[in-house]
């Protein structure tokens, strides 16, 4: 026993309130410093670099989806760059920005079809349409160039119309709606052209603006790449900033969704389709400037194409997805391919082959990729790695082998009637508070505490509860972050993000299981989130991995900012401000040691006043004699201790194992440990082994009895405890007598 | 307006409605084209009518199946040119009938194979991969047969080619022989056959075909190739009937373009598990009669298509109008 205590500071005992009879006037109990300088330092590790972290995170993030079509992109431009000479040249480049950019607009044409869950395959024929159109404007009817442009755009939105009108408002399959209107136009296509090619070929029209749109150049590129661009940027930022681009995408996603939520899906289809229409207008008019002419073959095969290099880009058919950039890459990929083997003089049937072949090829690796993405996720992002909690120490004599279970003796109270009371806490006049799984902040009333009644509905899981000097009852919620309940029911967040750590792949903003808070005599609000990458379901899984990835945060009510005070701590679970208002508290569960900060000096960082407790600490309370109540929501084990020393036996467990049968942590029976003002153990508090409040994880003490709270309970319990003052209440001794 | 759909549904009993109102229009086309056109309905016109439709029948019959099955397959025109090629060079170069013909039928089952194996097995979307594969075919064939070339010259003279064309009885002459034999198979495949029922629960949901544990992945290879081998007969009959193959006939699009009207204007929705034989012979007579009667009408083929278009378009609004989708249980994949 001496030997366990050496090195630490020893118990003082500090200044004991006698038991008083009610009525008497309570203090807070004065207590001396916290030996802070004297207390081992806590190593924190500055970021967490895991090479099998860092490869799970960037396959979990969205723009991972655009990989294979990005990685195909690259192969081409590498393969054409080694293969041939001066592809890349600012000559060629510059041909090919004056050829590309009609079939560019198109392709994102199509795009705004296929992301509102249609198809349009009228393309081609629309193009070549409203090509004729604009050449029938300009030469036949001689008008300006800027009554030509107007036409061709709206020839192609009549024709969107029709297909908007079948597809959209009407509801008729979107494949052959499209597969009529692109025989139909192609058919009045060739007929009109037949009558007037000869005509147009004849006109010796010549006019400035068109031969400055088909062949001249803006800022070193050709006019047509400018429109390309203006087209993908508006286009763009359609799909990410505006209303109707939103709408157009959760058509694409789930038409019925979308209803539900008040879309007007036909309405939207509909415009889709004109839209659509009007962008091949435009392109038509591009296609025509430059032209000057079009043939039987216009457009022939171009929604093949098109279709093609959408296809490549979103890597599959997927409707719902705007991604612009995506589908100009793939169109990209496939235009290089063709022409770099054109150029290089290969056959037209070996380029279509070769073509076929690698489309094939890149959509069947994209389909395997997305259709493994999540397994790959899975199997990866569990990331264990070694922890050697120290020792069981200090509880010598105490354990549950040694001791009477003493909560057997604790009464039930709300058995049924409340679900995972994390944390429990009594205000002064006794009322007693907790948060449930549903979700709801539930009140016992004083005396008896018989009947729960909402207090709140606030959603999430409530974990952690603390009253701030106002008597406002402040919770953290898992999945939500920080939110405070008034007495009335009324509730607010407070806080659900905090900066983004300096090395993170993943977006670590997002507060994802606030567990355990209090608040600081000036008001601030120090609140752990226990693990940034599992969320309330899954925490127990943050005990396979061991890895330190938890923090402490603060949240100042006057500024309303949310700080990382520490990051990268092993599973920081419960939060008390020592007895002397200047240093914290935090439980590091996994560690099985409760950490101290000083308020005065953050930045020094943690030092260690427990270690190597018998459990895993949950939260940690004052208690009225000057010391600390401490949850152990789970036993450690041998068998766990050993495997927290092997990693790759747990992660090789998690992926051969079915969950059901993983080694997990002892979970299921725990208890209270009471701790002196230094932190050692002076009793505990054991349940029976079939005892019915298993997994304790939290307790208050209030008027000489300690209420236990237990997540996975369904009752809260209630134990009388000898010697205590038994006038002592939480608020009260800490925010002083109001 | 339900009330009258309602009654004639009642009329009809289960049947499709689209089919019957196609059924009437084709009735009507036959009288209008009787009495308008000169030399519409005689004996000599129906023969002519029935041996031009053969290719269109067959290749319908190939693409039904795939379609039943809730798939697509783009690709039956370039697999059936490259049958005709393969057929051809192999009579070129000097093999017998038969044995052109089994290889032929072997690098056919292959190519249906292969298109099953990218549906069944790698998962692309069967509209993706047929779109792919086609232009490999096309482009091998073209790469390895004809060097480039989009014409192949038939060889009329030989007995390999002119069998595909003689008459066996006056009349009746062997592609019409072909199509009823393949009109029948695809009638026992469909309705007397294990693998019809699971093309049709595949067609009807294809998720719960698969949970409940029917062989969908062999299935699929046997549709495809089935429609490979279909394409392979039309292209024989085709090619042997103008003496050339060419490749032009996939780029153009215009018989794709049919064979999916026929399927489409017969009844059968390209949301699979419905449909049959009867659906199939429907479709091929309207367009059949159409384009029949139009040519005697010396309508150029471009009008015809403008007039086809405009009948798919008004079969699709009338269908949609008869029968309404219900936009509740739609799904976006449903094109």
């Not at chain 1, 009525?23 to 330092?41: K, Q, S, T, Y």
């Not at chain 1, 992660?651 to 299921?668: I, K």
């Not at chain 1, 029976?688 to 300690?706: C, V």
């Amino acid at each position: 026993m001496t030997q366990a205590f050496a090195g630490r500071c020893e118990p003082k005992v500090t200044q004991l309130v006698k038991p008083q009879p009610d009525g008497a006037v309570h203090r807070p109990a004065i207590v001396e410093h916290l030996d802070f300088a004297a207390l081992p330092r806590q190593h924190v590790p500055r970021f967490v670099l895991s090479p099998r972290r860092i490869f799970s995170d960037v396959l979990s993030r969205g723009w991972i989806e655009s990989a294979i079509p990005f990685l195909a992109f690259l192969v081409v431009v590498i393969t054409i760059l080694s293969t041939t000479d001066g592809f890349f040249s600012s000559g060629n480049l510059r041909t090919m920005a004056q050829y590309a950019p009609d079939a560019g607009i198109v392709v994102l044409a199509l795009l705004i079809v296929v992301a509102a869950g249609g198809i349009d395959l009228s393309i081609g024929s629309n193009f070549a349409m409203t090509a004729f159109v604009a050449l029938f404007g300009f030469h036949i009817l001689e008008l300006s160039v800027w009554a030509v442009l107007p036409m061709s755009v709206m020839t192609g939105a009549v024709i969107g119309t029709v297909n908007g009108t079948l597809a959209g408002l009407l509801g008729c399959g979107a494949l052959l709606t499209t597969l009529g209107t692109m025989i139909t136009i192609r058919g009045l296509y060739t007929l009109a052209s037949q009558s007037q090619l000869v005509e147009i070929s004849a006109s010796a029209r010549i006019d400035a603006a068109w031969d400055y749109i088909g062949f001249e150049r803006f800022a070193g590129m050709p006019v047509g790449f400018w429109a390309l661009v203006v087209v993908s940027i508006a286009v763009f930022f359609m799909y990410r900033q505006s209303r109707f681009g939103w709408h157009l995408l959760a058509v694409g996603g789930n038409r019925k969704a979308a209803r539900n939520g008040g879309i007007q899906v036909k309405r939207t289809v509909f415009l889709a389709y004109i839209m659509a229409g009007a962008l091949v207008g435009l392109a038509g008019f591009l296609y025509a400037a430059r032209q000057n002419s079009v043939g039987s073959d216009t457009g022939i095969g171009m929604e093949f194409f098109l279709l093609t290099a959408l296809v490549l880009g979103l890597g599959g058919f997927t409707p719902g997805r705007g991604a612009v950039v995506s589908v100009l890459i793939g169109f990209a990929t496939i235009y290089f391919l063709n022409n770099a083997m054109i150029n290089a003089g290969f056959r037209g049937d070996l380029v279509q082959f070769t073509q076929g072949f690698i489309i094939l090829s890149i959509l069947a690796i994209d389909v395997r990729f997305k259709k493994n993405l999540h397994r790959l996720v899975a199997s990866s992002y569990l990331d264990p790695v070694k922890r050697v909690p120290e020792p069981v120490q200090g509880a010598e004599g105490l354990m549950p082998d040694q001791i009477a279970p003493k909560l057997a003796d604790a009464t039930i109270l709300g058995a049924g009637e409340i679900d995972g009371p994390e944390d429990v806490i009594l205000d002064v006049q006794g009322n007693l508070y907790c948060g449930t799984r549903d979700g709801r902040i539930v009140r016992f009333d004083a005396p008896d505490h018989l009947h729960a009644r909402t207090l709140a509905k606030i959603g999430g899981r409530p974990l952690g509860l603390a009253f701030d000097q106002e008597g406002r009852i402040v919770t953290c919620v898992a999945g939500m972050g920080l939110v405070r309940v008034s007495m009335d029911g009324t509730h607010e967040l407070l806080s659900d993000q905090t900066g983004r750590s300096l090395i993170s792949v993943q977006d670590d903003t997002t507060i994802r299981m606030a567990d355990d808070l209090d608040i600081a005599p000036d008001g601030m609000i120090y609140f752990t989130d226990a693990t940034k990458r599992y969320d309330m379901e899954n925490w127990a899984m943050d005990l396979l991995e061991g890895r330190p990835n938890g923090r402490l945060l603060s949240y100042d009510p006057r500024s309303g900012r949310t700080r990382t005070v520490c990051d990268n701590l092993v599973f920081p679970n419960g939060v008390c401000l020592a007895h002397d208002r200047r240093h914290l508290l935090v439980a590091s569960t996994w560690e099985c040691s409760i950490l101290a900060f000083d308020l005065q000096d953050l930045a020094a960082g943690p030092r260690v006043l427990v270690s190597g407790l018998p459990g895993y600490p949950d939260n940690i309370n004052r208690a009225s004699d000057g010391g600390y109540w401490l949850a152990l929501a789970g036993m450690r084990n041998p068998v766990i201790d050993l495997a927290m020393k092997h990693p790759n036996v747990r992660r090789r467990m998690t992926r051969r194992v079915p969950p059901t049968n993983w080694l997990f942590g002892n979970l299921n029976i725990g208890g209270v440990l009471k701790l002196d003002s230094a932190g050692s153990i002076v009793d505990a508090f054991w349940d029976r082994p079939d005892g019915p409040l298993y997994m304790i994880t939290s307790m208050r003490e209030h008027k000489g009895a300690l209420y236990l709270g237990g997540v996975t309970n369904n009752k809260i319990g209630r134990l009388d405890l000898p010697d205590v003052d038994n006038g002592w209440t939480g608020p009260d001794s800490y925010w002083g007598q109001k | 307006m339900t009330l009258i759909t309602d009654a004639i549904g009642k009329m009809l009993g289960q049947r499709n409605i689209l089919e019957v109102v196609v059924l009437g229009v084709n009735v009507a086309l036959i009288i209008a084209f009787a009495i308008l056109v000169d030399g519409f309905a005689t004996l000599g016109n129906l023969s002519v009518i029935l041996s031009n439709s053969t290719p269109l029948a067959i290749l319908s019959c190939g693409m039904a199946v795939v379609i039943i099955s809730r798939g697509l397959d783009l690709s039956i025109i370039a697999v059936m040119v490259a049958g005709a090629t393969t057929y051809a060079s192999g009579i070129e170069a000097g093999l017998p009938g038969g044995l052109a013909l089994l290889i032929t039928a072997a690098a056919m089952i292959t190519v249906g194979m292969v298109n099953a194996w990218l549906i069944a097995f790698a998962e692309l979307p069967a509209m993706l991969a047929t779109l792919a594969s086609a232009m490999v075919i096309m482009g091998l064939f073209r790469f390895a047969i004809l060097q480039g070339e989009f014409m192949l010259l038939l060889p009329k003279s030989n007995s390999a080619v002119q069998i595909l064309t003689t008459d066996i009885l006056p009349g009746i002459s062997v592609p019409i022989v072909v199509t009823a034999v393949v009109l029948v198979a695809t009638w026992v495949l469909l309705s007397r056959t294990i693998v019809g029922e699971i093309i049709y629960a595949m067609g009807d949901n294809f998720a719960a075909a698969r949970l409940s544990g029917l062989p969908v992945r062999p299935v699929t290879v046997v549709i495809y190739v089935w429609a490979a081998l279909m394409a392979m007969l039309a292209g024989l009959l085709i090619s042997s009937a103008s003496g050339a193959v060419d490749f032009r006939m996939v780029t153009n699009g215009s018989l794709l373009f049919d064979v999916i009207l026929v399927v489409v204007l017969g009844g059968i929705p390209l949301r699979g598990g419905r449909g049959g034989l009867r659906n199939i012979i429907l479709g091929v007579a309207l367009i059949a009669v159409l384009r029949n009667g139009m040519t005697l009408m010396n309508v150029t083929t471009q009008t015809q298509d403008v007039i086809k278009g405009i009948v798919l378009l008004v079969a699709i609004a009338t269908e949609n109008f008869l029968n309404p989708r219900d936009i509740e249980t739609d799904t976006v994949g449903d094109l």
